[in-house]
């Protein structure tokens, strides 16, 4: 019976670190709390890939990143905290004492405002770590109105947060309960 018990908590403890843990799929919200698009994160060998669909984005080049507190309370998303920094780095990809594990590359929305783009964040995992996307209670995905510089402190000189998603394996559970989540949305 003993040894039947431990067998059971091992398959447990090998889903929870695996796959219960990718893909994490997140709703984007825009500044008027309008879902905008997705992003969906996927454990890699090299770190962690992201697929980011989204429309409505002014056209043209938007910096994007994770940011350390899994809270998007709009319109200007400053409850997600700074870039996801776990390693105490310097901002920018360009930067040779960079970069924020947060940092990304540019994405480019086309003329009609859409954008559907796959991006690596090759510090991070979704595993529990101290580079995980995943950590304590999670983290976030920002789009900003402006392109980020690569460069410049502490964000790249990047504008406004204009899109906003929460990095959280409780988002899952939200959206079992869409349509009351709906509801509230239009009072
Ligand atoms: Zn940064």
């Known amino acids: 019976m003993k040894s039947m018990f431990v067998f059971v908590v091992l398959i447990f403890l090998i889903g929870c670190n695996s796959d219960a843990r990718s ?10 709390n309008d879902r905008i698009g997705t992003a969906v994160f996927i454990e890699q060998p090299d770190g962690v890939k992201v697929n980011v669909t989204a429309e409505g984005l002014t056209p043209g080049i938007h910096g994007i990143h994770i940011h ?3 809270e998007c309370e709009g319109p200007d998303f400053k409850s997600a905290g700074n870039h996801f920094n776990p390693k105490n780095m310097e901002h920018g990809l360009m930067n040779e004492k960079g970069a924020h594990t947060g940092d990304l590359p540019n994405i480019e929305a086309d003329g009609s405002g859409y954008v559907d783009v ?4 090759p510090d991070a995992t979704l595993k529990d770590a101290q580079t995980s996307l995943l950590r304590d209670e999670g ?4 789009i900003s109105s402006q392109a980020d510089d690569g460069m410049s402190q502490p964000a790249g000189d990047s504008g406004e947060r204009v899109a906003c998603g929460v990095i959280t394996l409780e988002a899952d559970k939200d959206e079992a309960s869409d349509p009351a989540e709906a509801d509230q949305n239009k009072e």
């Open 23 to 32: 893909p994490v799929e997140t709703a984007l919200y825009n500044q008027g």
């Open 68 to 70: 350390e507190r899994p």
């Open 118 to 121: 796959e991006l690596m964040i």
């Open 139 to 142: 983290t976030a995905i920002l």
